[in-house]
């Protein structure tokens, strides 16, 4: 099994940390001179809640979330935020005064789909998106229009790492990491990538999952 290098850059939050690797690596729509490494900030409850208390800081009371809709693997950190918007008495439309964590189930063809079951904690809610990343948008704007289909308002996207501008169609997006972390961070389509011209190989493949390296 081979295992990437990463640096670890510490923050002035306690667990709240950056941690990348340095490459050429590939994602199914992009390519990208860093990998940045999100597996312990899922799977790590200290992490996990250090994450959810940076997102949970942009938030106020006028901003209204009966659900948080989990992507990527992001379920620990998804219950974790849950837990500091009600501590923070956020206001919350559902009979309960309570936030559902849900995720998405994804078809064959790559659609959001929520069964009967789970539909009525999107219909008619105020939904906050929760993803790993938000870099080329495609999950993450497919997410927004299922939330849409499905009767529900997305009020906010948060995510660890974002390379977007700071709202997407007037919904306002939340990370605790931007670019601005990393001055020569660079991705770029994979028929523009400079590091493919000039032939370098990619070093793994990569995804909110984790990474598969390239021998």
Same mark, same amino acid.
């Given at each position: 099994?081979?295992?990437?290098?990463?640096?670890?850059?510490?923050?002035k939050?306690?667990n709240l940390?950056?941690r990348?690797?340095?490459?050429?690596?590939?994602t199914n729509?992009?390519?990208?001179n860093?990998?940045?490494?999100v597996?312990a900030q899922? &799977?790590?409850?200290?992490e996990? #809640?250090?994450v &959810?208390?940076?997102?949970?800081s942009?938030?106020?009371?006028?901003?209204i +979330?009966?659900?948080?809709?989990?992507?990527?693997?992001?379920? /620990?950190?998804?219950?974790?935020l849950?837990? #500091?918007?009600?501590?923070?008495?956020? +206001?919350?439309?559902?009979?309960?005064?309570?936030?559902?964590? /849900?995720? =998405?189930?994804?078809?064959n063809?790559? #659609?959001f789909l929520?069964?009967?079951?789970?539909?009525?904690?999107?219909r008619?809610?105020? +939904?906050l998106v929760? &993803?790993?990343?938000?870099s080329?948008?495609?999950t +993450?704007? &497919?997410?927004?229009?299922a939330?849409?289909?499905?009767g529900?308002?997305?009020?906010? /996207?948060?995510a660890?790492?974002?390379? $977007?501008?700071k709202?997407?169609?007037?919904? =306002?997006?939340?990370?605790?990491?931007?670019p601005?972390?990393?001055?020569?961070? #660079?991705n770029?389509s =994979?028929?523009?990538? =400079?590091m493919?011209?000039?032939?370098?190989?990619?070093d793994?493949?990569?995804?909110?999952?984790?990474?598969? /390296?390239? $021998?």
């Amino acid at each position: 099994m081979s295992i990437l290098n990463t640096i670890k850059y510490e923050t002035k939050r306690r667990n709240l940390f950056l941690r990348v690797a340095k490459g050429h690596f590939a994602t199914n729509d992009r390519h990208s001179n860093y990998y940045i490494d999100v597996v312990a900030q899922k &799977a790590r409850m200290s992490e996990a #809640q250090a994450v &959810a208390e940076e997102l949970s800081s942009y938030f106020y009371h006028s901003t209204i +979330v009966d659900t948080i809709l989990c992507l990527d693997g992001t379920e /620990v950190i998804g219950a974790c935020l849950a837990e #500091q918007l009600t501590k923070a008495d956020f +206001v919350s439309m559902n009979a309960h005064q309570s936030i559902y964590v /849900v995720s =998405p189930e994804i078809t064959n063809s790559s #659609q959001f789909l929520f069964r009967d079951n789970i539909v009525p904690m999107i219909r008619g809610k105020h +939904v906050l998106v929760l &993803a790993v990343s938000y870099s080329s948008g495609k999950t +993450v704007e &497919a997410a927004i229009d299922a939330v849409k289909y499905y009767g529900g308002t997305v009020t906010a /996207v948060s995510a660890i790492f974002s390379t $977007k501008e700071k709202s997407l169609d007037n919904i =306002p997006i939340y990370s605790c990491f931007d670019p601005n972390f990393l001055e020569d961070y #660079q991705n770029y389509s =994979p028929h523009e990538c =400079p590091m493919c011209k000039e032939g370098k190989k990619i070093d793994a493949l990569i995804n909110g999952h984790g990474y598969s /390296v390239l $021998k």
